[in-house]
């Protein structure tokens, strides 16, 4: 409902200046207020127009949005609103332009379990790519497809958008490899392989949290469009775990560094830090709880909407104490006639991956042999698909964290 006096705020004014008679029982107005309440009932037309106006194009916006948040939640699952294979190739130079960087290829060189794993699991089954085509995705300093070439492929196609293919060019020319391994530049989606089928994929694509930076998505455009049907994927699956963590002297560090900078409160920092999910080596003797597995991801069968995920946990807690966060990481196996696994749990060595430290807001005491259950959602972030939203609900309790 509109009030007139709103509506005419502006136009306000005495009437005063003006004389009214009052005769019988008439009122006589002279010709200048007569004229003078004309325009303002005028001006007062105008102003509800437009005010019906507004009303009307803020109701046709309310029913765009209702029409749209109505798709968006009745979508089926198989129809992914954005994945990474769909970005334009413009809008994605950041993410490819970190990977021409030597120094995150030195970090990633350096870390002996992921690179050992991915040798172990080439060259202790070199029968089951001797002679064979390989595409080697998102390949980096070109070290995977030396491990390939090593063991005897037919062919390796070496395919990458970073400039660093320049410099694993150089490395398989170094090796003596220019004549198995082939170097594509350019996106998977973009180029095309000179075969039609590649007998296995091999990749390191994993990202924080298994799924963070969806190179998932252009593996699964890869093995749709290149993978014979009896091919391999190394690895050929992967598995998402969490477990609780009791840890408060780091917890007071992390957070109670906003409630004192250099004699400052600063809670909305704080309150940034606790959403955003920390990457970090958690001390095995700093877990209280039994591990719970999330989901697997088989490579030879997962779509891009397997990114998105909700899933009932249930932690046993394994000690009395005060549990600070949640902590994920995963596992890669590479099966074969001798198998190999890669994991990234608190337990084992440590990896350039570490481990995904969700923060509690609000720390659980808990006692041993309590059963704590709750419920891990994750999704692609709409807005940056490289990034994920992860909301947990415990303790009565739901929160949510960007891994980004």
């Not at 950041?94 to 290829?105: A, K, L, Q, T």
């Not at 080439?122 to 790519?129: A, E, K």
């Not at 900078?261 to 920092?269: C, I, N, T």
Request: hydrophobic share 35%.
């Amino acid at each position: 409902m509109i009030d007139i006096d709103d509506v005419a705020e502006d136009e306000k004014e005495s009437e005063s200046g003006y004389t009214v008679n009052f005769e019988n029982n008439q009122f006589t107005l002279s010709s200048e207020h007569f004229s003078h309440i004309q325009n303002k009932i005028q001006t007062v037309t105008k102003q509800l127009e437009l005010k019906e106006k507004e009303l009307a194009d803020a109701y046709s916006q309310m029913l765009q949005m209702k029409d749209t948040l109505t798709k968006v939640l009745s979508a089926r699952p198989e129809e992914s609103i954005n994945t990474a294979s769909t970005l334009n190739l413009e809008d994605d130079h950041g993410y490819f332009g970190s990977y021409s960087s030597v120094d995150i290829h030195y970090e990633m060189l350096k870390d002996k379990v992921r690179t050992e794993s991915y040798c172990s699991a080439i060259l202790q089954n070199i029968p089951s790519f001797n002679g064979k085509t390989v595409l080697d995705l998102g390949t980096g300093s070109g070290i995977l497809s030396m491990f390939m070439a090593k063991a005897q492929a037919a062919k390796v196609f070496a395919v990458d958008e970073a400039d660093i293919l320049y410099n694993a060019t150089d490395n398989f020319r170094e090796n003596g490899f220019d004549d198995v391994i082939v170097s594509i530049k350019g996106r998977i989606e973009d180029v095309s392989l000179p075969v039609e089928k590649v007998d296995a994929i091999v990749s390191e694509w994993m990202g924080y949290f298994l799924l963070f930076e969806s190179m998932l998505d252009s593996l699964i455009f890869a093995r749709d469009k290149y993978l014979n049907k009896s091919g391999i994927m190394l690895p050929n699956e992967c598995n998402l775990f969490i477990c609780g963590v009791s840890d408060t002297d780091r917890y007071d560090e992390i957070l109670g560094f906003w409630s004192d900078v250099y004699g400052f409160r600063m809670p909305s920092l704080r309150t940034e830090t606790l959403n955003k999910a920390q990457v970090e080596i958690v001390p095995v003797d700093q877990i209280v709880t039994d591990e719970y597995k999330l989901c697997t991801f088989n490579m030879y069968t997962c779509d891009t909407n397997s990114t998105n995920f909700k899933v009932e946990f249930k932690l046993n807690v394994t000690k009395t104490c005060i549990m600070t966060s949640i902590v994920g990481y995963f596992d890669s196996r590479f099966d074969n006639d001798n198998t190999v696994i890669l994991s990234t749990a608190p337990n084992c060595p440590p990896t350039h991956w570490k481990q995904t430290v969700f923060l509690l807001p609000d720390p659980i005491d808990v006692n041993e042999g309590d059963l704590l259950v709750g419920e891990f959602q994750c999704s692609r972030n709409i807005k940056q698909v490289r990034s994920l939203v992860v909301t947990i609900n415990i303790n009565n309790k739901t929160y949510t964290y960007n891994v980004s």
